[in-house]
């Protein structure tokens, strides 16, 4: 109980200190937080989730050794309390999540390969249930245990899903689905827009009109996270978080190749990008001359009106574009020299720049946007902005396809373990002809 008393003392000195921040910057004219005190403040915001993740081991350890005292109806000796405690106690830096069996024959696989595995463990490691369970299954590959590629477990896909999502733009925004095997999967359009009925008078043959039907087909392309190498040193090193370690750097790479591929891909031998998807459909604004690295307020409303009103207002519908852009669309000013971002400058000037971190992002023409880093910056011909109904992209996975590949014999001699990560992906549009997307075109001159 100590313990936890300790850690909560020092978590309340923690949130004087972040309140002081605070009251500071609201005390001097509701100013925005100066670099060092957004240094300062994300510290200690780290600082309190450590804290409180420290208080809630310390104070499960004690339940234990409670339950352990009245269970043998004495007092445990202090060594044993202070293994257990030890046992439990949380470093902010190293707090390692629960682990189902899965995630931890996966883990001593990382680590050592599937001869440190028991029979049970490698039983898990050699196949996926026919029920559906959260299983491994090996490669369709000849080369040993220790070398084969393995479908991640639950809990290691969702440390590489994060990692994946910091590239943002496009995984979490557009439609996604996912298919059991990689064979070509076709989806089938039809666009009957152009159709109506007619008045026809008393007996006469109705008229028949057939609809029109057509498909996307999508592939299942191979994304190689490239080659990771790790020392040994580092997976003998049992404090060494190297699940984290191993997701972070297999997941960022990943995630950077799907939201680039799913951006700009050309369609051929790799998945077709949102961006030359949309223009391929044929739905774009171009800018008047003169806007070669410009943007007006005229521009936004004509591209949300370029996307029919179906499209335009379902919720899925947004703004996709670089952060260059959104700087453009920010300066936009009206004929006294004041700026459109009104929602923006009222949250700051209100509350204090960077001070509220959950308030939501002020919208444009109503509807939100997001920032995709590899969408082209304005310049003379670029395609430096999307809006329209995202989930009309779509993204095939398929089903387990996040694949971890262990090298040991090939780096030996360099004291190293390779890892490298595979994941199958295909992007389209699904536009059956009534252009659900919309592409701005900067001007050529």
Not at 50 to 69: F, R
Not at 325 to 348: C, E, H, M, N
Request: include cysteine; proline fraction near 4%.
């Amino acid at each position: 109980m100590a313990y936890a008393k300790t850690l909560r003392e020092e978590l309340g000195r923690n949130s004087i200190e972040l309140q002081a921040i605070i009251d500071k910057a609201k005390n001097e004219n509701n100013r925005g937080l100066t670099s060092e005190e957004r240094e300062k403040f994300n510290q200690l915001i780290d600082k309190h989730n450590g804290l409180e993740a420290s208080i809630a081991a310390a104070e499960k350890s004690d339940d234990i050794v409670a339950k352990l005292a009245a269970n043998a109806g004495n007092q445990p000796s202090a060594a044993q309390v202070d293994q257990l405690r030890d046992e439990f106690r949380v470093n902010p830096k190293q707090r390692k999540r629960e682990q189902t069996p899965n995630d931890k024959a996966f883990s001593k696989y990382i680590r050592h390969g599937m001869a440190a595995l028991s029979q049970d463990e490698q039983k898990l490691m050699s196949f996926v249930s026919n029920s559906g369970g959260s299983g491994f299954q090996n490669t369709m590959s000849t080369t040993t245990g220790s070398q084969g590629g393995y479908v991640v477990p639950t809990g290691f896909s969702d440390q590489l899903e994060e990692a994946k999502k910091w590239f943002g733009g496009i995984d979490g925004v557009v439609g996604k689905f996912e298919t059991e095997t990689g064979n070509p999967f076709p989806w089938p359009t039809l666009n009957d827009t152009s159709n109506k009925g007619r008045i026809i008078g008393q007996n006469v043959q109705v008229t028949e009109t057939d609809m029109a039907f057509g498909q996307v087909t999508f592939n299942a392309y191979i994304g190689s996270s490239d080659l990771v190498l790790i020392p040994l040193a580092l997976i003998q090193d049992s404090f060494f978080d190297l699940d984290a370690l191993t997701a972070r750097l297999l997941g960022t790479r990943l995630g950077r190749l799907y939201n680039w591929k799913c951006t700009v891909g050309t369609g051929s031998s790799e998945p077709t990008g949102i961006v030359p998807a949309a223009v391929a459909a044929g739905s774009v604004y171009t800018f008047a001359t003169g806007e070669t690295a410009a943007i007006s307020y005229n521009d936004l409303v004509n591209t949300e009106h370029t996307v029919d009103p179906s499209y335009r207002y379902n919720p899925a519908s947004r703004w996709m574009f670089g952060d260059t852009q959104l700087k453009l669309i920010k300066k936009l000013v009206d004929g006294s020299s004041r700026p459109l971002w009104q929602p923006g400058l009222t949250a700051s000037f209100r509350d204090g720049a960077a001070v509220d971190l959950v308030a939501a992002k002020p919208t444009i023409l109503d509807h939100p946007y997001v920032i995709n880093q590899d969408m082209a910056s304005p310049a003379a011909n670029a395609y430096s902005g999307l809006f329209g109904d995202m989930s009309s992209f779509k993204v095939r996975e398929v089903s387990g396809g996040t694949t971890v590949m262990r090298l040991v014999e090939r780096y030996a001699d360099y004291l190293q373990v390779g890892y490298i990560a595979f994941q199958r992906f295909d992007s389209n549009l699904i536009d059956a002809g009534t252009h659900p997307i919309a592409v701005m075109q900067n001007s050529a001159t």
